[in-house]
């Protein structure tokens, strides 16, 4: 005896689920609005828990708890930085094993504990600890926010989804210096600040567990791609050797993103130090310090789009000189702390606004989608490892010279790395690797 044919619902009345096929799946970040709305939000608690760090931090390990060595000072970025660096490069190998969605939640469990470290921890040794943790926090999900970014929306609009991304980060670093920098006037050091993590802790976590994972964009691209996937070349040493090395493109980018997150971890040590020795109080310091994340955010959105539109070089070499530019502000202006503090912050803040988003894309330009994440790992690497680099040469050269010389060193370091990436970069995806 046949089979019966199944008979259409009727008006009016739902189809069976058997009947209901799942929505196709598309490229595109009008096709993915919600979803990369969505992550757009999870990135803004995931900037503004390390945002918690960037006034009164530095502050604390001099004020409470007495530390006269720079170095001692700032070494909770170098624990952050190189915590963060390793993350990343385990986070673009991990993809290969877990779900993105997966990794993006197991970063906001990591970070449930640092808000309250912050708050009330006993000795210096916990606020280093601490920031182990929010490294592990902030490599995990921050990476995991601009992955699933970039596999939404396909090769067209990357630059403006890694803009996006980095602006709803930043300008949530940013805000989040400035309303700490409020509260420490008001409240003291501690611990109102600091738990004002604890909502992002919150409010990042809920929204994880709510977002959708990406692989089935990733296969969809995969499947799009005019060459096959690799296979024997996608491993992470291989790629880690591309993306560092031998691919002369990134490895022009890796170099770029390593001096400019230098400058962030130097002057996330150095200016608050810097500026209240000449007189200026919490709330102008925190003034300055979310200045420069807030420009920063905010310009990555033209910024990013504008990379789409003429390339990712020329916006990476100019904003490498302009933040070279904005170190000398500083000292040459400082007779007039406030006005040296802003104008640098602005200049800082604009400078990485053109190279961050850009960077990012060109590598994303640069790797076959088959190992793309690995390179975004890898790259995310030395980019991270800038702020240990940059905390661990100001903390040497203001113990040993003084926090001028810190900032000299940084300009000179950020106009030698804007040539290199004159030199190296390229913006065709099929220029040579060597």
Known sequence: MGQRRARPARRGQPASPSASPSPPVRLGLRENRWQFTLLVVVNVCVGGLVGLERTTVPLLGTEVFGLTSDLAVFSFIIAFGVTKALTNLAAGALTARFRRKQLLVTGWLIGIPVPFALAWAPSWGWIVAANVLLGLNQGLTWSMTVNMKIDLVGPARRGLATGLNEAAG????GATALLT????????????????????????????????????????ELA??????????????????RTSWRHRSLRGASQAGLVNNLNDGLTWGVFPLLFTDHGLGLAAVGLI????????????????????RIGRKPLIVTGMLVQSGGFVLALALLEW???????????????TA??????????????????????LGVYRFWRDLGYAAGALVAGVLADALGLNATVVAAAVLTAASGLLAACWLSDDPRAAGT
């Open 354 to 375: 053109l190279v961050y988003p850009a960077l990012i894309a060109s590598v994303s330009d640069h790797a076959h989608p088959g190992w793309r994440a690995n390179a």
């Open 224 to 241: 799009q791609h005019p060459t096959p996937a690799p296979t024997a070349s996608a491993g992470l040493a291989t790629t880690f050797a």
């Open 289 to 308: 310090k979310g200045l420069y994340p807030l420009l920063w955010g905010l310009g990555q959105i033209p910024t990013g789009h504008l990379s789409d």
């Open 337 to 351: 702390p406030l006005l040296a503090g802003i104008l640098s912050a602005i200049a800082l803040g604009v400078g």
């Open 181 to 220: 920098g409020y509260l420490a006037t008001v409240y003291g050091l501690r611990p109102a600040p600091e738990l004002l993590g604890a909502v992002f802790v919150a409010a990042g976590l809920g929204l994880a567990l709510i977002v959708r994972d990406t692989a089935a964009h990733v296969a969809l």
């Open 170 to 173: 930043y300008v949530a670093v």
